[in-house]
């Protein structure tokens, strides 16, 4: 074999494998997930989209533009500030997911007497927050039951809304969803546009609004919700439902005995996934 050819058949190995090195490289690059467990790291804030007197939607950024979160589907994330000279701990469901690449979106409500939700509420573009995760028990994975119960109560809705977008973008994914959404008054609904235009669009969502304080006309729930409402709104309990609950702590306790009188098992405080209700 003449040098010549030895000449083309090294460049075009050198080609090869210099492709293949990009190739890599870039995939890396656009894979990148950010999240630490054990370490809090600085993100900024890029964006705000104010919802209500008391609510936004806080975008952070992340370092590159093709970078996700990394955040299994079902968990959440740790935010730290430090208050007056402690570090507080709260967790916090994004309500963007991994397929939006370059940042992360927060739905907070703040609240006067809040420790972390204010001094998120407080922060001007470019202000950074201090997050780490993935953190918490359950993962959602598609087709994992036929049937998943949701019960959620203000901003209690973020789990469920990560979940539904989940199911929702994944045409493999047949779930049926049955949301119920608990509020005090019509203003404090969050996210209804989307959750209605979901249901509208997909056979497989349900979504049943709950108020302290109806409208007149209101044809929604009223009031608490009881095990009357879950009854008529979500499917029976069995091996293959879940019910997921989120939202103020009495009313998470009040929905686990509903569910408990209805046969749904009794929720552990630990993790076993093969619970039929959890709470987040």
Avoid at 123 to 133: A, F, P, T, Y
Wanted: proline letters at 6%.
């Amino acid at each position: 074999m003449s040098s010549n050819v030895y000449a083309v058949a090294a460049v075009t190995l050198g080609a090869v494998l210099l492709a293949a090195v990009y190739q890599l490289l870039f995939r890396s690059a656009g894979d990148r997930k950010v999240l630490k467990v054990d370490e809090f790291q600085e993100f900024p804030l890029i964006q705000k989209t104010v919802i209500s007197h008391n609510t936004a939607v806080y975008r952070f950024g992340l370092p590159r533009p093709t970078d996700c979160l990394g955040l299994p589907i079902g968990q959440h994330i740790s935010v730290c500030a430090n208050i007056d000279g402690k570090e507080i701990v709260r967790s916090y469901t994004p309500t963007s997911c991994d397929d939006d690449k370059g940042f992360f979106d927060l739905l907070v409500k703040t609240y006067a007497t809040g420790n972390v939700s204010r001094i998120i509420g407080n922060l001007n573009i470019g202000d950074s927050i201090r997050v780490k995760g993935p953190k918490g028990q359950f993962r959602y994975t598609p087709n994992m039951c036929r049937e998943i119960n949701m019960v959620a109560g203000g901003t209690g809705i973020t789990p469920m809304y990560q979940i539904l977008n989940a199911v929702t973008k994944n045409p493999e994914d047949k779930t049926q969803i049955n949301l119920i959404f608990a509020n005090v008054n019509p203003e404090d609904i969050l996210f209804k546009k989307e959750l209605d235009d979901c249901c509208a669009a997909y056979k497989n969502v349900k979504v049943y609004y709950v108020l302290n304080n109806p409208p007149e006309g209101w044809t929604g729930g009223c009031g608490f919700v009881t095990a009357d409402i879950l009854k008529e709104q979500c499917c029976p309990a069995a091996d293959d439902v879940k019910l997921l609950i989120c939202g103020p702590p009495p009313m998470v306790s009040a929905v686990k005995k509903a569910a408990m009188s209805l046969g749904f098992a009794k929720a552990k405080p630990v993790s076993k996934l093969e619970d039929q209700v959890f709470a987040f």
